[in-house]
C-alpha cells in the first residue's frame, strides 16, 4: 500500500496496529477536510462506511429519519430505493445504516472486489446526493404523514418510522434505556431521542428535514473507514475524484455538548403502558444511574465494563445478591454505556414493588460503601478482564464482520477526539495494566469517586399504567379527528389527494432505465460450487467424535451432546429449566457465584442449550438434543471439560431460593423477549400448531414454556420440590454413554487435547443403553390473538407445503428474497407502514409470513392472501431475476467465523443433509427463472391453506378482530 503519491490527502498517523495484525493510517483530505481511517491487512470480507456527526436537538427523529430517506433513491441511482436494489442483488455480507444518539453510519461489506466497489458508490451518493430535495413523498414515506383515503375515513398518522417507533416504545425496557440515558444529559443532544418519539414525530417539518441533510451531510463533518484486503491507494483516489473534490470546506459545528455536571441527583418518574387485565404488583423498573468522565479514558473505557460484571451482571455480584436477598427485582443488572462521550452507569432492578424505590437507592449504596471498605473480590475483576480479553482476541461477532466492529468501536473515541480512532481498538495493553491494578484499590477507588462520591447522577423509577396504551390511542385518535373535522372541504380533498399520490407513488416501479443504473454482478460472476461441509468422524470409546477441521487461532470450540428424542413429552418444559440454570447454581464444590467466576477464569463461556434437528430424508421426523458448548484456549482444554462434568454432575438442585431467584430472572427476561421480538414469537407460536418440531421447540423455549415458567414461579412454594425431582431425574435420563456424541471444531493439536480431556469424562456417564420409545405430539391449531400493551403488531400466517405433496426447490430461497424485497416489502412495508415483513421456506416444508411493528392486522393478512396470485402473474426480465439469485447466494455465501463453520456443519451431520443436496439446491438458486416462481405460487397458496395464524399485538386492535381467532390471551 503505497499512499505518499495521494495529493489529495494528508497522512495524520500512518502506522502498525499489532493488536489487529493491520495497517492503521489516519488520513485528511485536504480540500474539505473530511477524516479518513484505514486498516488495511488480508481479510478478503473488506468493509467501508461513512459517517456523520449529527447530534439532534429535539426528538423529531431527523436524524432517523433522514437515515432512512437518503437510501430512497439519488442523483446517479435515482430508482425509488436503492438499498432494496443492493439488498437483494449483491454480494454484501452487510449491508445497513444506523442511527445513534449524536452520529448516523452507513456500512457496507463485501468479498467481492466489483461488488464492494459499486456499494461504496451507492452509498457515497445517497448521502451526498439523495433525491429528498426533489421528492417529498420519501420524507412522508420513511417518516410520517397524514392519511385519509376517502371523507368517511378517519384521519391517521402512518410512516416507517413513525411506526419502527412506536413498536419501541411499546417496550419497558426499551423505554427504561431512553429514560435513563436522557435523564443524565438534560441539556445536550443526549437528552432528546435521536431515534424519535412518536408524539414527537409528527411535529417535524419537510424544511426542518431537509435542513438538517443540509446542515451535517457533508465532507466536512464526515467520518470514512475502510477496511480490509483492497487496493486502499485506488480506492482514495476515487473518493477524492468522484466525490470529495466536488465540495469545499465548511465550518460545521456539530461538537457534542457536555452536559454540566449536577449539583445534586436528580429523581424522574415515567409510566409504561400495560393491559387492563395485567398483576401489577411486582412491575415496577428502577435504575440508579451515574455519568463517568468522558470515553476518552483508555483504560476507564475497559474499566468500567469490568466494574459492571464484578459489582452487578454476574450471578453472584454483590450488588446482585443483595438486591435478590432483599427481593427488590426478579431481574438484576447494570449497564455500561461507553460508545457516547460521557459514558454513563447504570444498576437497574426489574419487576420491583411498586414502592421499593428508596430501598433499592439505598441497598444499592449501601453495598458499593462495603465493596469500597473491604475490597471488590480480586477473582471476579480478573475473571471479568479475561472474558473481556477472550472476546477481543477471539474477534468472533457471529454475522457481523469483524472490520465492522472495529470501525464501529473506533468512533467510540474518534468521534471526539480526530487523531484518536485507533484508542478502543488497541486493547492488549490496557488488559494486561488492568490486570496489574487489581492488586491495588483501583477500582475501588472508581467506585468511591467514580459513583457513591458523584452528584451527576439520576433515580429512574418506570411505573406501570393500566391502559395507558389504549388511552393514548384514544387521545390520539381524538386530536385527529378535531383536526379533521377543522379542515375545509378543500383542505380534506388535498388531504385525501395527497394520500393516493403517496400509494401511487409507491406503486409506481423505478423505469427500466434507472434500474439499469444500479451497478450489478452477472450470473457468471457467481461461484458455481457449494461450500462443503467441514465433517470428521471417528470412533471415540463407544461413541462418535465428530470434528470440523479449521484453523482457530488457538481457541478450542468443545461440543458435547445427548440425544434425548426419546424423553417424555412432560419433561420438555424441564429441559427448558435444565438449559437455563445449569451454571447458575452452585456445585458441591463451589458456590455459583465462585463457579461463574472459575468459568470466565478459565475459559471463554460455558454454555447448555436444547435444539431440534430436522430428518433431511423424512422431514416428519427430528432429533432432540441437550448440548454442553465451551470456548477455550488450547491450555485450558481439561480445565473445560472437567467444569462442564462438575456443572453436570455436582450442581446443587436443592438449594430452592437460589432456584427461585434463577427463575424470575428467566421468566423477566423471556417476556420482555418475547415481546420485543413478537415476530419470532408469533411465528414459533403459528408452526407449532403443524409440526411437531416447533411444537417441541414451543414447549422448552416458547410461549407454553413460558407460561410454564410463570405459573411454576408464583406458585413455587407448592410445586418446587416437584420441580427439583423432575430436573434431577431428567439430567439422569440425559447422561448416559448411549446417548452421547462429541463435537469439536479447531485444529488436529486442539482436538487430541480435548480426547485426552474426555476420557475421565465419559467414564462417568452411565453405560446402561437406557433407549426408549420417542414421545409423539399431536399439535392443535389454536389461531391465537395474543395481546400485548404495545401499539403495533406481528402477524404471523404459517403452513407446511410438504404436507399439500409439493417439494422443496432451491428456487424457495430466491422466492425469499424477492418477497421480502419485492412484494412484501412494497405492500407491507412501504404501503403499509410496518417496519420490515418477512418470509421463510424451509426444506421441511415449514414456511410463513410475518410482519415486524406492524400498525396493520386485516390489511397485512390481505395482503398474504393475495401473495399467490401475484406470484402467478409475476414478470421481470433477466436483469431483474439476476438481481434475486445474486442476493439468495449472497447469503448462502456470508463469510463464517470458525466456531460458526463448525456449527453449519454439524446441522448437516445431525439432519443426515448431505453436501450433494446442498450443491443441488445452489444449482437451482443459479438456475431459477420467472417460470418457477410463476410455480411456487403453488407452495405459497398451500402454506396459506394450511391456514396456521398467530398475532402478537395491541389488545384493542386484536379484539376488533376477534373473529380471526379461535383464541384470544394475553401475552
Request: overall charge negative; aromatic content about 12%; charged content about 25%.
Amino acid at each position: 500500500m503505497s499512499l505518499e503519491n495521494l495529493t489529495a490527502y494528508e497522512i495524520v498517523e500512518d502506522r502498525e496496529i499489532k493488536d489487529l495484525n493491520s495497517r492503521g493510517v489516519i488520513l485528511r483530505h485536504k480540500k474539505t477536510g473530511a477524516r479518513i481511517v484505514l486498516l488495511s491487512n488480508d481479510d478478503p470480507n473488506k468493509v467501508f462506511y461513512i459517517g456523520f456527526r449529527t447530534p439532534p436537538t429535539d426528538s423529531t427523529g431527523v436524524a432517523h429519519i433522514i437515515e432512512h430517506s437518503v437510501l430512497c433513491g439519488s442523483e446517479k441511482y435515482p430508482v425509488k430505493d436503492p438499498f432494496v436494489e443492493l439488498a437483494k442483488g449483491s454480494l454484501n455480507t452487510f449491508l445497513n445504516a444506523m442511527t445513534y444518539p449524536d452520529k448516523t453510519v452507513y456500512p457496507v461489506a463485501s468479498c467481492n472486489d466489483k461488488d464492494f466497489a459499486n456499494l461504496c458508490d451507492v452509498y457515497l451518493d445517497a448521502v451526498f446526493h439523495p433525491n429528498i430535495y426533489k421528492e417529498k413523498k420519501i420524507f412522508e414515506q420513511e417518516g410520517w404523514h397524514y392519511e385519509c383515503e376517502s371523507e368517511s375515513d378517519d384521519l391517521i398518522y402512518n410512516g416507517v418510522v413513525y411506526n419502527e417507533m412506536k413498536g419501541a416504545y411499546s417496550s419497558a425496557d426499551d423505554l427504561l434505556d431512553r429514560e435513563t440515558f436522557n435523564s443524565l444529559y438534560p441539556d445536550t443532544a443526549y437528552g432528546v431521542d435521536s431515534g424519535g418519539r412518536p408524539s414527537d414525530i409528527p411535529s417535524l417539518t419537510y424544511e426542518a428535514f431537509l435542513d438538517f441533510h443540509r446542515r451535517y451531510y457533508h465532507p466536512s463533518n464526515s467520518y470514512i473507514y475502510f477496511y480490509g484486503n483492497m487496493d486502499m491507494e485506488e480506492r482514495l483516489t476515487y473518493l477524492d475524484e468522484a466525490y470529495l473534490s466536488k465540495f469545499d470546506a465548511l465550518q460545521i459545528d456539530s461538537a457534542i455538548r457536555l452536559q454540566k455536571p449536577f449539583a445534586a441527583p436528580v429523581q424522574i418518574e415515567k409510566k409504561y403502558p400495560v393491559l387492563e387485565s395485567d398483576d401489577i404488583t411486582s412491575t415496577a423498573y428502577y435504575s440508579y444511574n451515574v455519568s463517568i468522565c468522558n470515553s476518552l479514558d483508555r483504560q476507564l473505557y475497559i474499566a468500567l465494563q469490568v466494574l459492571d460484571y464484578a459489582l452487578c451482571s454476574a450471578p453472584g455480584a454483590p450488588v446482585k445478591v443483595a438486591l435478590m436477598e432483599k427481593v427488590i427485582g426478579e431481574d438484576i443488572y447494570s449497564v455500561c454505556e461507553n460508545g457516547i462521550l460521557q459514558p454513563y452507569f447504570s444498576f437497574v432492578a426489574k419487576n420491583a414493588g411498586l414502592s421499593d424505590q428508596k430501598a433499592f437507592v439505598e441497598t444499592v449504596e449501601q453495598v458499593l460503601r462495603e465493596q469500597v471498605k473491604n475490597g471488590i473480590d480480586k477473582n471476579a475483576l480478573l475473571a471479568a478482564i479475561n472474558s473481556y480479553e477472550f472476546k477481543y482476541k477471539e474477534a468472533d461477532f457471529g454475522s457481523y464482520p469483524k472490520g465492522l466492529m472495529y470501525g464501529l468501536q473506533a468512533l467510540d473515541s474518534w468521534l471526539y477526539d480526530d487523531k484518536a480512532p485507533f484508542m478502543h481498538i488497541e486493547a492488549n495493553e490496557t488488559f494486561d495494566a488492568l490486570k496489574k491494578l487489581v492488586q491495588t484499590d483501583y477500582f475501588e477507588q472508581l467506585v468511591e469517586k467514580q459513583i457513591l462520591e458523584n452528584t451527576h447522577k439520576s433515580i429512574v423509577a418506570l411505573l406501570p399504567e393500566k391502559g395507558l396504551e389504549s388511552r393514548e390511542s384514544e387521545k390520539l385518535k381524538e386530536v385527529l379527528a378535531r383536526k379533521k373535522a377543522s379542515l375545509s372541504a378543500e383542505e380534506l380533498q388535498a388531504v385525501i389527494a395527497e394520500t393516493k399520490a403517496l400509494k401511487a407513488y409507491q406503486e409506481e416501479e423505478s423505469s427500466p432505465e434507472d434500474l439499469a443504473k444500479i451497478p450489478v454482478l452477472k450470473r457468471e460472476d457467481l461461484d458455481k460450487e457449494a461450500h462443503p461441509f467441514l465433517n470428521e468422524t471417528e470412533s471415540f470409546e463407544n461413541t462418535v467424535l465428530l470434528s470440523h477441521p479449521v484453523f482457530t487461532n488457538g481457541v478450542s470450540y468443545l461440543h458435547i451432546v445427548f440425544k434425548i428424542r426419546d424423553i417424555k413429552k412432560e419433561q420438555l418444559p424441564y429441559l427448558g429449566l435444565l438449559k437455563n440454570v445449569l451454571g447458575l447454581l452452585s456445585t458441591e464444590k463451589r458456590s455459583y457465584g465462585e463457579l461463574f467466576n472459575e468459568i470466565n477464569l478459565q475459559t471463554g463461556g460455558i454454555f447448555f442449550d436444547a435444539a431440534t434437528y430436522t430428518d433431511a430424508k423424512d422431514y416428519s421426523k427430528f432429533e432432540l438434543t441437550f448440548e454442553a458448548k465451551a470456548k477455550v484456549l488450547y491450555g485450558n482444554t481439561q480445565k473445560a471439560v472437567d467444569l462442564i462434568r462438575e456443572i453436570l454432575t455436582q450442581s446443587v438442585f436443592d438449594d430452592e431460593k437460589r432456584l427461585k431467584e434463577i427463575l424470575g430472572e428467566m421468566k423477566a427476561r423471556l417476556q420482555a423477549q418475547m415481546t420485543s421480538a413478537g415476530h419470532s414469537t408469533a411465528s414459533l407460536r403459528a408452526l407449532s400448531y403443524i409440526s411437531e418440531g416447533a411444537w417441541a421447540s414451543d414447549q422448552f423455549s416458547g410461549l407454553d414454556f413460558f407460561r410454564f415458567l410463570t405459573d411454576l414461579y408464583n406458585h413455587f412454594d407448592e410445586r418446587k420440590a416437584e420441580c427439583i425431582r423432575k430436573m434431577k431425574t431428567l439430567l439422569s435420563f440425559i447422561l448416559h454413554q448411549n446417548r452421547v456424541l462429541y463435537d469439536y471444531t479447531g485444529t488436529e493439536e486442539g482436538k487430541k487435547l480435548f480426547m485426552e480431556a474426555l476420557l475421565p469424562f465419559h467414564k462417568l456417564l452411565l453405560a446402561e443403553d437406557n433407549a426408549q420409545e420417542a414421545f409423539r405430539a399431536e399439535p392443535v391449531k389454536k389461531q391465537e390473538g395474543l395481546c400485548t400493551s404495545a401499539g403495533v403488531q406481528y402477524v404471523c400466517r404459517a403452513g407446511d407445503f410438504r404436507k399439500a405433496g409439493l417439494p422443496y426447490t432451491g428456487a424457495l430461497r430466491v422466492l425469499r428474497i424477492m418477497m421480502g424485497y419485492d412484494y412484501l416489502w412494497i405492500q407491507v412495508r412501504v404501503k403499509g407502514g410496518a417496519y420490515g415483513c418477512m418470509s421463510n421456506f424451509t426444506k421441511s416444508g415449514l414456511s410463513y409470513f410475518v410482519s415486524y411493528r406492524d400498525p396493520n392486522l386485516e390489511k397485512t393478512v390481505a395482503v398474504y392472501e393475495k401473495a399467490p396470485a401475484y406470484l402467478q402473474e409475476f414478470a421481470a426480465d433477466e436483469a431483474v431475476m439476476t438481481k434475486y439469485v445474486i442476493g439468495a447466494i449472497s447469503e448462502k455465501d456470508t463469510p463464517l467465523p470458525p466456531s460458526a463453520q463448525g456449527s453449519r456443519s454439524f446441522g448437516a451431520y445431525m439432519s443426515g443433509y448431505t453436501f450433494e443436496e446442498e450443491q443441488q439446491e445452489r444449482d437451482e438458486i443459479l438456475a431459477c427463472q420467472v417460470s418457477d416462481i410463476h410455480a411456487l405460487s403453488a407452495q405459497v397458496a398451500a402454506m396459506l391453506e394450511t391456514d396456521a395464524f398467530c398475532v402478537v399485538g395491541n389488545e384493542d386492535k386484536i379484539k376488533e378482530q376477534a373473529d380471526r381467532f379461535l383464541s384470544i390471551s394475553t401475552l
